[in-house]
């Protein structure tokens, strides 16, 4: 877990200075920093309070998932990250679009409110995996966050779709939200199909909870 946490961060840092051709990229180190203070705060209190939802929430990628709609959901869904975070450092290499210094603070507040609802997410249901599927000692959440919308950590998700291109200093980035969105959309519906068939309570929580990502809109 901790080489994960240390491997990622430096995975994305290069992709992202590489694309760029610099390093003078303030925006990315900023972007990093954020990324992983609102990571590893939360999972190392995970570490040592519920290690297990850490570890289920690790797990994760399109070859971690068990049913095909949700490898062909989650492989969209890393090419738009990809796609996004490319953009933003060609858009820093070339200059097609430069943000204001506020606006892209702006987008680091909405990437660290992002990362740390879905870490809040963990924390409140224990498994609340990074793949969908439904374990014989699960039972259902319905508080907290999931008292607002039936998929918090996808909500998280969206937030930091949006704050991601910003806080790199690219408007171009923000292109990829949409598909981003589309993609998170087409797992919820299957995610929901399975939890209804599976999950015990799930049809009476739809009812009490009737908004899926964002309330009173969907």
Excluded: C
Excluded at 4 to 17: C, H, K, N, S
Excluded at 24 to 30: R, S
Excluded at 124 to 132: D, E, I, K, L, P
Excluded at 148 to 173: D, E
């Amino acid at each position: 877990m901790l080489l994960f946490a240390l491997v990622e961060p430096v995975v994305f840092g290069t992709m992202l200075f590489l694309v760029a051709g610099t390093v003078n990229y303030w925006q990315a180190w900023l972007f990093l920093a954020v990324y992983v203070l609102s990571t590893w705060i939360p999972s190392t209190y995970l570490l040592r309070t519920n290690p297990i939802a850490l570890q289920r929430r690790m797990r994760g990628g399109p070859t971690a998932e068990t049913r095909t709609a949700q490898k062909v959901v989650m492989s969209g869904l890393w090419l738009s990250l990809t796609s996004m975070f490319v953009v933003s450092a060609l858009d820093r290499r070339f200059g097609w679009s430069p943000v204001p210094t506020a606006i892209s603070l702006v987008g680091d507040v909405l990437v660290a409110v992002g990362l740390s609802v879905m870490m809040l997410v963990v924390i409140q249901n224990s498994h609340a995996a990074a793949t969908v599927r439904v374990e014989s000692s699960q039972t259902l959440v319905s508080t907290g966050l999931y008292g607002l919308v039936r998929h918090p950590m996808y909500t998280g998700n969206v937030i930091m779709l949006v704050g991601a291109p910003l806080a790199l200093g690219s408007f171009w980035g923000l292109i990829f939200v949409i598909p981003g969105v589309i993609v998170l959309s087409m797992r919820i519906r299957d995610e929901e199909k399975l939890l209804r068939e599976e999950l015990a309570g799930y049809q009476e929580y739809t009812q009490k909870v009737r908004y899926r990502l964002v309330p009173l809109m969907w």
